[in-house]
């Protein structure tokens, strides 16, 4: 079993950065890809960034290319994503993910869940 809790969510001004963190405890993070998934109301939890066990590959939905960073220190069992320029339609509530296997963009296919936070983006 592995337990994610975010953390890092606020209500920042477009243009502005904010950095999340991911905490995980109950197993290494060195043996889970993870991904950064957001909700924003309304609409359906979408894949925002993955980076795989070792952290040697990320990946991006197209939306935050160029904007979002995602990076993982296994041995503080963290996981982080910086967000630059951020847009109000980046405005949700902002979830990370664990899978056992390789990164994925489906949902469906990550184990296990931290509890989400909230990240709103004024104009």
């Known amino acids: 079993q592995v337990q994610l809790v975010e953390s890092g969510g606020g209500l920042v001004q477009a243009g502005g950065s904010l950095r999340l963190s991911c905490a995980a405890s109950?197993?290494?993070?060195?043996?889970?890809?993870m991904g950064w998934f957001r909700q924003a109301p309304g609409k359906e939890r979408e894949f925002v960034a993955g980076i795989s066990r070792s952290g040697g590959s990320t990946y991006n939905e197209d939306s935050v290319k160029g904007r979002f960073t995602i990076s993982k220190n296994n041995a503080k069992n963290e996981v982080y994503l910086q967000m630059n320029s951020l847009k109000p339609e980046d405005t949700a509530v902002y979830y990370c993910a664990a899978r056992s296997r390789i990164v994925s963009t489906m949902r469906d296919e990550y184990d296990y869940w931290g509890q989400g936070t909230q990240v709103t983006v004024s104009s």
């Open positions: 109950g197993r290494s993070l060195s043996s889970y890809a």
